[in-house]
């Protein structure tokens, strides 16, 4: 597979995907307070338990989305 053909389609269609700068504004100011709000959490609790809580998070939100759909 060509990397750069893939790169240039990739990049095409995650920009066509983006509604406007708002969203990629929204996307920028979450990411910030994510990674703010994670590393002050690190300062308390163990990486291993942080990936853990935030794993079994991750499936709940999953779980719970699978049965209202």
Same mark, same amino acid.
């Given at each position: 597979?060509?990397?750069?053909?893939?790169?240039?389609?990739?990049?095409? *269609?995650?920009?066509?995907?983006?509604?406007?700068?708002?969203?990629?504004?929204?996307?920028? !100011?979450?990411?910030?307070?994510? *990674?703010?709000?994670?590393?002050? !959490?690190?300062? +308390?609790?163990?990486?291993? *338990?942080?990936?853990?809580?935030?794993?079994? !998070?991750?499936?709940? *939100?999953?779980? +719970?989305?699978? !049965?209202?759909?």
């Amino acid at each position: 597979m060509d990397t750069k053909l893939f790169a240039t389609i990739f990049a095409t *269609v995650f920009l066509a995907e983006i509604a406007d700068k708002t969203q990629i504004a929204t996307i920028c !100011l979450a990411s910030a307070i994510a *990674v703010f709000a994670g590393s002050m !959490l690190s300062q +308390w609790i163990n990486g291993k *338990v942080m990936s853990r809580v935030a794993g079994s !998070l991750f499936i709940i *939100v999953g779980i +719970w989305t699978f !049965l209202k759909a």
